[in-house]
């Protein structure tokens, strides 16, 4: 089984001025010690669990450490695509992509 997770967390309980990037910091810290597969992008990060239980589990050691650290409200999207068939599609959906147009990402 795969699991796809997109997902954005953050607090919005501080100036909308200041930048979020050390509260998300520590976010990416606990996804990459899950050792689970992640990309991190400038929007969300995307992980690969290989159940739904684990994918659950990591969002809320998320958000449990930006509680930890003091954060009021946290602001979340979460994308999910779930496939029984197949494994590390993180790699394999940009791979499928980039065998009709060539390398997409710089």
Same mark, same amino acid.
């Given at each position: 089984? %795969? #699991?796809?997770? =997109?997902?954005?967390? +953050?607090? @919005?309980? =501080?100036s909308?001025n200041? %930048?979020?990037?050390?509260? #998300?910091?520590? &976010?990416?810290?606990?996804?990459?010690?899950s050792?689970?597969? /992640?990309? @991190?992008?400038?929007?969300a990060? =995307?992980i690969?669990? =290989? !159940?739904?239980?684990?994918?659950?589990?990591l &969002?809320?050691?998320? /958000?449990?450490? @930006?509680?930890?650290?003091?954060c009021?409200? #946290? /602001?979340? !999207?979460l994308? +999910?695509? &779930?496939?029984?068939?197949?494994?590390?599609?993180i790699?394999?959906?940009?791979?499928? #992509?980039?065998?009709? &147009?060539?390398?997409?990402s710089?």
């Amino acid at each position: 089984m %795969s #699991v796809l997770l =997109n997902m954005a967390m +953050f607090p @919005l309980d =501080n100036s909308e001025n200041k %930048s979020k990037s050390k509260e #998300v910091s520590e &976010i990416i810290q606990i996804i990459r010690d899950s050792g689970f597969k /992640y990309q @991190l992008t400038s929007m969300a990060t =995307n992980i690969e669990t =290989n !159940t739904l239980r684990q994918a659950l589990d990591l &969002i809320e050691k998320c /958000y449990n450490k @930006l509680e930890e650290i003091g954060c009021k409200r #946290v /602001y979340s !999207t979460l994308t +999910f695509d &779930i496939r029984k068939d197949c494994d590390n599609r993180i790699e394999g959906k940009v791979k499928s #992509v980039e065998e009709h &147009i060539g390398k997409v990402s710089k």
